[in-house]
């Protein structure tokens, strides 16, 4: 099936697969920070759109001064990303349950062990994403963590080489944020994960739908 409509618009039953691909993602992912840090987090609907060109630059744009981006790669067949943009806080945070230690210096990766807890961290989140998602389809997707970003500095991940440039000429933009919460019920931003599948992989789990 085509990906967009007669008028130029994304399919409704193509947004409506990847608004709940979204959901379905990030909120396994969630419940995974979720059980670390012992809180509770909201997810905020997520927001749906093509996007007609994906450069890195474009990306790492994506990232504010107090963000701490975990970038991650589809693994063929599938090409695309998925990006954690989480607040340094919230990093910080899990560095610290993770280790039992307090994070001293301001740079998550001058320390060892505590680099060594975000490559933990980001292993987590990619084999929450990647069973979510593989659940509802019924297929394999294998997710790789490939890049830290914090500020100017990109620190590569894992075994995963950054020889695929970030490119295409046509992506959907599956945006999902979430906050914690609470007893009370007062929220605070914890961050947002960007799914970001090109049109081939888009297609690939529309297959995989029966749709």
């Given at each position: 099936?085509g990906?967009?409509?007669?008028?130029?618009?994304?399919?409704?039953?193509?947004?409506?697969?990847?608004?709940?691909?979204?959901n379905?993602?990030?909120?396994?992912?969630?419940?995974?920070?979720?059980?670390?840090?012992?809180?509770r987090?909201?997810?905020?609907?997520?927001?749906?759109?093509?996007?007609?060109?994906?450069?890195e630059?474009?990306?790492?744009?994506?990232?504010?001064?107090?963000?701490?981006?975990?970038?991650m790669?589809?693994?063929?067949p599938?090409?695309g990303?998925?990006?954690?943009?989480?607040?340094?806080?919230?990093?910080?945070?899990?560095?610290?349950?993770?280790?039992?230690?307090?994070?001293?210096?301001?740079?998550?990766?001058?320390?060892?062990?505590?680099f060594?807890?975000?490559?933990?961290?980001?292993?987590?989140?990619?084999a929450?994403?990647m069973?979510?998602?593989?659940?509802?389809?019924?297929i394999?997707?294998?997710?790789?963590?490939?890049?830290?970003?914090?500020?100017?500095e990109?620190?590569?991940?894992?075994?995963?080489?950054?020889?695929?440039?970030?490119?295409?000429?046509?992506?959907?933009w599956?945006?999902?944020?979430?906050?914690?919460?609470?007893?009370g019920?007062?929220?605070d931003?914890?961050?947002?994960?960007?799914?970001l599948?090109?049109g081939?992989?888009?297609q690939?789990?529309?297959?995989?739908?029966?749709?």
């Open positions: 099936m990906l967009f409509d007669q008028d130029g618009k994304l399919d409704t039953d193509v947004q409506d697969v990847l608004y709940e691909l979204g379905v993602g990030v909120g396994m992912a969630s419940i995974t920070m979720g059980r670390l840090l012992d809180v987090i909201e997810l905020v609907s997520p927001n749906v759109i093509p996007v007609t060109e994906v450069s630059q474009m990306l790492l744009s994506q990232i504010e001064p107090d963000d701490i981006g975990i970038w790669r589809f693994a063929a599938m090409s990303f998925v990006l954690f943009l989480l607040k340094r806080s919230f990093v910080r945070a899990v560095v610290e349950k993770m280790t039992g230690n307090r994070c001293e210096k301001e740079k998550l990766f001058g320390d060892e062990i505590a060594s807890a975000v490559t933990e961290f980001a292993n987590m989140l990619s929450a994403y069973k979510a998602i593989g659940n509802y389809t019924n394999r997707i294998f997710l790789s963590p490939y890049m830290f970003v914090d500020k100017n990109r620190i590569s991940l894992g075994a995963a080489p950054q020889t695929e440039s970030v490119a295409a000429d046509q992506a959907i599956v945006e999902t944020r979430f906050q914690l919460s609470d007893e019920g007062k929220t931003d914890a961050g947002r994960a960007i799914m599948p090109d081939n992989t888009v690939m789990l529309m297959r995989a739908l029966g749709i």
